[in-house]
């Protein structure tokens, strides 16, 4: 074996990595280690495929193991990589059957993700509870929810899923009634799947508003679109427990308890990083694996990229952890350069992110909330506006609310979000161009934004909120 690029993880910053190097360094050799069976799969699309919205669960891949393989990657499901040796140069992986492989490596690039926290929360034992973050679990639950005379096993059209974890959920009695625990991305796009199955739905949020990293103008807004769409929110509600045994019974908080028959546990996630467990490793934010402009970790030629990583805030210059799909697709593409002789920055990120909640969508990115902006040594000043979506005389003009956030002494912008139900989450890409250029408001105010009725007023609503902000400012 020539040179061994070694790759552990076999999702997107992985196999971006690995076919990246197989292009650029056709010479050398690119092994990649998965822990299960799936790879190369659309995480952000799984709340879609429990609505229905999505029909196949293969809808969701992007590349099949034959492709991998035709692109001259060898690529070994079934194989956990369980410690690595800076040293000697090797990982140590184990087989489903119980083998043990060890592995030489030139260059190493560790892709390993995230997974789902539960906190206190018990899933695996009662029937019903569940985390979102497998391909497996969402065949689960979509099987869950559907009748047993109605659920249709097409559906989970994929080899790799747990073929008996499905069939079993599927010969369960139908849910009616469904708490989710945790108003954040999953707990919002799951609100809007479940209602779309059929289901009375109950999210709960420990905080003040849904959607925490967005800002409360953007968490009251989708709030009020998810109560209008027939789902009951519980804000400032901490649930303590979920009740059963054999099945979910009830969730309880505040000395109450609620009758459900099914509960998704959406409380965060963490980064997978116990296989380095044992090296001098660097650690930082999130517990994730500490990287440089590059994705090199503190260990000699060991690279780490996605949700397992961190990154560079563009906004406040510090290394923080933001696990996106964008940002693990980017970062794992420019490691495969950087390793195959083409030096390629990660890039910085701004945690920009959008949802969706029913007819709502929202946008958000750099420092939205006082606290984070504080702590980063800023001066913060915001400004929330609502403005029309399209000129008022053109159909389909909807209110979107636009906040943006300064640094009081210099004038930068730092920070933003956006709601609305009119195209309104895409906009938040010109606030991150933004924050990425370290523009002040005033030059926000002044950017040459396009003008057409069926898309956009004369003052569009950033321009409009960057008005209204320099004008605090200028007092």
Known sequence: MTDPFVVVGADAAGLSAASKFRREAPDRDVVVFEKGQWISYAYCGMPYFIEGR?????????????????????????????????????VTAETADGDTVTQAYTDLLVATGGRAT?????????????????MDTAAAIDAYIASPEAYDPARADVDAVDRERVEYNAALPAPETAAIVGGGYVGVEMAEALSGRGLDVHLFQRSGH????????????????????GVTVHTNTPVERLVGDGRIEAVAFGGEELPVDMAIVGVGIRPNTELLDGTDVELGDGGALSTDEYGRTSLPDVYAAGDCATATHAVTGTETWVPLGLTANRAGRAVGATVAGEPSPVGEIAGTAVV?????????AGLVEDEAAIDAGFDPVRETVTAGSRSGYYPGAAPTDVTLVADRDTGRLIGGSIAGPDRAAVRINTLATALEADMTVP???????????????VWDPILVAAKVLNGTLAE
């Open 54 to 90: 999505i029909e196949r669960l293969s809808d969701l891949l992007s590349l099949s193991p034959s492709e991998v393989d035709e692109r001259g990657i060898d690529l070994r499901r079934g194989h956990e990589v369980v410690a690595v040796d800076p040293d000697a140069r090797t």
């Open 118 to 134: 539960t906190g206190p929360f018990d899933v695996r034992g009662p029937d019903g509870a569940f985390t979102l973050h497998s």
């Open 210 to 229: 849904l959607l925490p990293p967005f800002g409360e103008a953007v968490g009251d807004r989708v709030e009020a679109t998810i109560a209008e769409n």
């Open 356 to 364: 969706k909640a029913f007819e709502m969508e929202a946008g958000r």
């Open 443 to 457: 030059g926000v105010e002044r950017l040459d934004l396009a003008y057409a009725p069926p898309f956009s007023p």
